[in-house]
């Protein structure tokens, strides 16, 4: 049976992975679960996969927690209890924090696990040299979980011939998010709902909102170049709304191969989880029902901020760090309602114009310019 943490249990993928190790009777032993702040959900899960490790990043919500729980259950709490919690021993850790807080635990959790089902993309947008170096260096294995680069994972661990110098690209598939053939003078009204209502996919805020401006497939690129070590050139993306397929292979002699499964993160979850095993599932394409799945070339004018991720990502610099942080100061003030959604990419695109270029060395390096690009970002937005 193996040992597994769960950092992120209470948010979507969390949930899922639960649900998955739930089905799995006997096979994983859930020894530890962080969350934020919600201390209902954690407390359901608590009561039923009985971890003998829990934390909580909100030390207020930690103190409230503590009083419904069973004894001989530990507690940590706050950023140093997270950091605690990510040095308890593992077979798997499943990575589920979002954003950039993620990139500690993830360091310190490297050296004392077997192997990390990677959910999390601003680790690897900002720090992909240093996660994997240390990786590298710990033996640690690190599976993807995002559903893309999962996806590109299973098609390479299954055609062996592109390990020989067969591939000539891959492509990544994109729905388009909710605002997919929004016209542009009518972007500046759209409500905090409409984006929110993906077409396919139920996901965080975050990276639903992402999805719309297509900064998060920019992200998965960047993954993509990480996990395969592929040069940039060699990654393309497609428009696909049906969410089926997630991600092609291109051989040399223009054979494809593509990844088909119904859009539910409980697959690719299930398959980092269990591999190199596979297990049964329920997620299956019904081919008793007709359906299309239809492509069409990503029109980068439709997505600017799409070109700014990927130019960002070639400069080899501080820039995808100073990207990340605006994206996400932005996208919390378009959730609150304090700016319009197309002044995402107005403070994005301002703070990089003026950027002072760096190399990222370590982990301060990439916390460091995290930190002034928020505050860069916030007096921005007050100007707005």
């Known amino acids: 049976m193996k040992k597994v943490l769960i950092f992120g249990s209470t948010g979507s993928i969390g949930r899922n992975a639960l649900k998955v190790i739930g089905k799995a009777k006997g096979q994983f032993k859930v020894i530890g679960l962080s969350a934020n702040r919600d201390i ?9 996969f009985r971890p003998s490790f ?24 706050g950023e140093s209890g997270l950091l605690e919690f990510a040095s308890l021993e593992s077979d798997i850790s499943l990575m589920a924090i979002s954003g950039i807080s993620c990139l500690r ?10 192997r990390i089902a990677l959910a999390n993309k601003e680790s690897l947008v900002t720090a992909g040299s240093l996660v994997f170096e240390e990786a590298k260096k710990q033996k640690t294995e690190i599976l993807p979980v995002d559903s893309e680069i999962n996806a590109l994972f299973q098609l390479f661990e299954t055609n062996k011939s592109l390990t020989n110098g067969n591939l000539n690209r891959v492509y990544l598939t994109a729905s388009g998010g909710a605002l997919a053939g929004c016209k542009h003078k009518d972007l500046s009204k759209v409500t905090v709902g409409r984006v929110l209502a993906h077409p396919t996919w139920k996901m965080g805020p975050r990276i639903t909102v992402d999805s719309a401006t297509l900064v998060n497939k ?16 060699k990654i393309d993306i497609l428009i696909h709304r049906e969410s089926m397929i997630h991600a092609l292979i291109e051989e040399t002699d223009g054979t494809l191969f593509a990844c088909l499964y119904p859009p539910d993160m409980k697959t690719p979850i299930s398959f980092a989880l269990h591999y190199p095993d596979r297990k049964k599932g329920n997620c299956k394409v019904n081919f008793k029902n007709s359906f299309s799945c239809n492509f069409r070339p990503i029109r980068y004018s439709d997505y600017p901020l799409l070109k700014v991720t990927l130019d960002a990502a070639k400069r080899n610099d501080n820039s995808l ?9 932005a996208i919390s003030n378009f959730l609150k309602g304090k700016i319009k959604f197309t002044d995402i990419g107005k403070v994005i695109t301002k703070v990089l114009e003026k950027y002072p270029a760096h190399q990222i060395k370590n982990i301060n390096d990439v916390l ?17």
């Open 40 to 48: 209902d959900t954690l407390n359901r899960q608590i009561a039923e």
């Open 54 to 77: 829990v934390c909580l990043n909100d030390r207020s919500q930690a103190e409230k927690l503590k009083s419904r729980l069973p004894k001989g259950l530990e507690v940590f709490s």
């Open 105 to 114: 635990p993830l360091l310190k959790n490297i050296k004392h696990t077997k």
């Open 218 to 233: 920019g992200f998965e690129v960047i993954e993509t170049h990480f996990f395969f070590n592929l040069a940039y050139e």
């Open 321 to 329: 760090v100073i990207l990340n942080a605006c994206d996400e100061v």
């Open 368 to 384: 460091g310019w995290d930190n002034w690009a928020r505050i860069k970002a916030e007096e921005l937005i007050d100007k707005l």
